[in-house]
Antibody, heavy 121, light 107 residues
C-alpha cells in the first residue's frame, strides 16, 4: 500500500525558513508528480506548487518568490522550502500525489497526514 | 488565477437526505474539476475527478456533474460518515485553486 510520510520542523520564528520533506513508500515515484498544499487554521486549502521526478516545477505565483521544491529520486522523496516565514504562513502543510493521465484532468489521489507549522516569536 | 466559488458555505441536513453542493469557476475550465472530502484533523480525500468520474472505493451515492463554469456534487442519500467539509479544485490551469469549502453538518 502506497503511503506518503512527511516531516519537518513544527515551530518556526518569523524570518526562518520552513523545510518539509515527504517520502513515498510502496509505489512508483516517477509515474506521478508531487504537490504541496496548505491549510491555515480554520481556513480553506491553498495549492503551493508541484514537482515531477525530473525536478520540473509549477509554483503558486502568490508564493513563488519564497518557495523552492526539490526531489531526491534515490530516496523517493520530495521537499518544500519556504523562506522568510511570517505568522501568515502558520498552517497545516500537506504533501500529495498528483495523477496526470492523457485525456483526463489531473487530481491528487493520495495525501500525507499533514504537518502543522506554527510561526511565532 | 481562476477563482472557485462554492455554495453554500455551510449546510445542515439529515441522514437520508439528498444534498447538492455547487462550485462556480470565474472562467471556463472544461471538465477539469475535482471534489474532495475533509474530516476534522484529516487530510482531504479525493471523491470525484474529471467532474463526474468516481474515484476508486468511493460510494456510488456520490456523483458529480457540470461543465464550463458550473459544477455540482450530489450525495444521493446522506450517511452519518458523510458529514464533513467538501472542497472543489480546478486543475484546468495554474495556479490550481480550491473553492472555499462547504461544511456539511447534521441537522
Amino acid at each position: 500500500q502506497v503511503q506518503l510520510q512527511q516531516w519537518g520542523a513544527g515551530l518556526l520564528k518569523p524570518s526562518d525558513t520552513l523545510s518539509l520533506t515527504c517520502a513515498v513508500y510502496g509505489g512508483s515515484f516517477s509515474d506521478y508528480y508531487w504537490s504541496w498544499n496548505r491549510q491555515s487554521p480554520g481556513k480553506g486549502l491553498e495549492w503551493i506548487g508541484e514537482i515531477n521526478h525530473s525536478g520540473s516545477t509549477n509554483l503558486n505565483p502568490a508564493l513563488k518568490s519564497r518557495v523552492s521544491m526539490s526531489v531526491d529520486t534515490s530516496k523517493n522523496q520530495f521537499s518544500l522550502k519556504l523562506t522568510s516565514v511570517t505568522a501568515a504562513d502558520t498552517a497545516v502543510y500537506y504533501c500529495a500525489r498528483g495523477v496526470a493521465v492523457p485525456g483526463s484532468s489531473d487530481r491528487f489521489d493520495l495525501w500525507g497526514r499533514g504537518t502543522l507549522v506554527t510561526v511565532s516569536s | 488565477a481562476t477563482q472557485m466559488t462554492q455554495s453554500p458555505s455551510s449546510l445542515s441536513a439529515s441522514v437520508g437526505d439528498r444534498v447538492t453542493i455547487t462550485c462556480r469557476a470565474s472562467q471556463g475550465i472544461g471538465n477539469a474539476l475535482g471534489w474532495y472530502q475533509q474530516k476534522p484533523g484529516k487530510a482531504p480525500k479525493l471523491l470525484i475527478f474529471d467532474t463526474s468520474s468516481l474515484q476508486s472505493g468511493v460510494p456510488s451515492r456520490f456523483s458529480g456533474s457540470g461543465s464550463g463554469t458550473d459544477f455540482t456534487l450530489t450525495i444521493s442519500s446522506l450517511q452519518p460518515e458523510d458529514f464533513a467539509t467538501y472542497y472543489c479544485l480546478q486543475d484546468y490551469n495554474y495556479p490550481r485553486t480550491f473553492g472555499q469549502g462547504t461544511r456539511l453538518e447534521i441537522k
